[in-house]
């Protein structure tokens, strides 16, 4: 919060006086004298007139908090004097998620609050896909002259949250021993049947199926399969290049994090240890972990880190560096899921040597390309040579059409692979 | 498509008017004519209709629009013309015409003609109007009593045309603003009033005949200590 700031807005008004002075003075008319103190009294108007800090508050009521892409969703907000003295001129800017658009009224408001009285007025957004926090309102109040204005900004928690729900994940069937190494010959937890086969000479007599020898009086041994979970690395593309999207609609980076955040749900949810990691303007990780406490933080990354900011960069010189250092970070054997618009050739060079190096690639690509013009005709044209580039490599690569929820471009790779 | 609105930054409208407004009546008082009172109305509407043109432009509808803005601009000249051809005194000259300008070119400031509106525009309509009061003081066309309300009036007008580009610049026409604006204008024209009080009594201490310097003096110091405090 900073002081008030001068407008200087009745900077001139001196002007006026003196004029009539001198010309009261030059022609003897004392009548101008009497004008000119009217200016002087204007003069000294705002600098008699009293300043004090406001304290507000912002509270939101959305009309839908997870509504489907492209609804229109009406906010209304309430600001709230909480001080003891009135605000004479407020003049508030709600701060509408960079990413949406509004259309319908204006989420701009002037009011004049009693101390203890509030204002409330809404406005319309359209949704996008993904989730979407209100940035701080900005609010410039001014004392009754006008003289003085200060900026300040009212922060209230406020999302809007246009994702859909996701069932199966892409994962690559290799899996880490990481149940077996705890368990031994002893049955616990992390234990599930699997099959019964034909008794072999030696195996564990707590294995056999007694059951079953009772009732057939033959030997069968019973097979548990251990439960695997997977080391998993979320790796979103969050580079300049990146940041592209079709006419109207949200951009790759902002598609990319709505489907990372889909799928941290739910691999974390089947037990895995999922970790986060973006190129782009900042090099972001998040070690992989699992757990509520876990989720909770990597989320708060998701929504917070300078990564993944809606406003793209505006160069890449650090991307090797990155590369580099997400290398030297990833656990071993870990999977990358790779979410790219692949809008480049660097990523693509990128995901190969990952995958050459031993961490099995994944790719989740949203098609935010449209080939309408000749030029995106050729952007098209090169983003499906490296697709086939990638699979002609054994990377699997899930393209996603942003028109349709995840999940289900994810089953449809799924039966392709299958069939 | 989006159908995203964009914030049109031009001067709030309920001010504008209110500054045109209130200055054109400053005008007609300094010239008491009636034909001035009628030549002003005129320039007044033309001015509304100038609003109404470039508001049409501004939405796309050019062909209702433009030639609408176009004819508000002849109407407005119209006024002028008008009173310029039927004032019965040659040095009306010097206080009615700058008034009458400085109007039109206030209005110009705030419809507005281009962008956010002009600030210097309004500056100068308002001095001009000003100028037609001081005018009229020294060809003694009025009494001290309109000279100090029309005065007054010009320093209001200005305030209000001023709050109206800052809340148009900050907020844009698409928000409701109307109280903030309405408390601004009504503490202007609580000073305005207080402003012609302080300075009647100011007067009526010293008698106008006698000790004219010692009134200027004590003038001239108030100026000097107010210069002091503003910076």
Known sequence: MSGFEATNRWRGVLVFSALALVVGLGAKRPSLLVLAGVGVVYAVYPAVSPTWEPALTVTRSLSETTPMNGEHVTVETTVRNDGDRPVFDLRFLDGVPPALSVVEDSPRRGAVLRPGSSVTYSYTVEAKRGKHRFQPATAVVRDLSGAHELETTVVGETEIDCTAELDSSPLRPQTLDYVGRVLSDQVGQGLEFDRTREYKHGDAKNRVDWKRYARTNELATIEFRTERSVNVVLLVDARSSAYHATDDDIHAVGLCVSAAEQLLVQLLGDRNQVGLAALGREFCWVGTGNGREHLVRTQQALATHKAFHPVPPSNDDEQDRQFQTLRERLPDAAQVILLSPLCDDWIVTGARRLDAYGYPVSVVSPDVVQPDTLGRRLAAIERSNRVTMLRAGDIPVVEWDPAVPLGRSVAATRTRWLS | ?231
Request: charged fraction near 10%.
């Open chain 2, 1 to 231: 498509m989006t159908d995203a609105v964009t914030v049109p930054k031009r001067p709030a409208w309920g001010s504008s008017l209110l500054a045109v407004i209130v200055l054109a009546f400053a005008v007609s008082r300094v010239g008491h004519e009636a034909a001035v009172a009628t030549g002003l109305g005129i320039e007044v509407a033309g001015l509304v209709v100038v609003a109404v043109g470039a508001s049409l432009v501004r939405r796309g509808h050019r062909l209702v629009g433009l030639p609408l803005a176009v004819g508000g601009i002849a109407v407005v000249g119209l006024g002028i013309c008008y009173v310029l051809m039927l004032l019965a005194r040659p040095p009306a000259l010097l206080d009615v015409v700058p008034g009458l300008l400085g109007v039109a070119l206030v209005g110009i400031a705030l419809v507005p003609v281009r962008g956010r509106g002009s600030r210097w525009s309004l500056r100068v309509g308002v001095a001009l109007a000003f100028l037609g009061v001081l005018a009229s003081a020294v060809l003694q066309e009025t009494t001290p009593g309109v000279q100090l309300l029309a005065g007054t009036l010009c320093i209001v007008a200005w305030d209000l045309g001023e709050n109206a580009i800052s809340v148009g610049t900050q907020l844009g026409r698409r928000a409701r603003t109307w109280s903030i604006e309405a408390v601004h204008g009504v503490a202007t024209l609580v000073v305005a009033w207080l402003a012609i009080r302080l300075s009647r009594v100011a007067s009526g201490v010293q008698p106008p005949t006698t000790s004219l310097s010692a009134f200027v003096l004590l003038v001239v110091a108030v100026l000097v200590l107010t210069a002091a405090l503003h910076d």
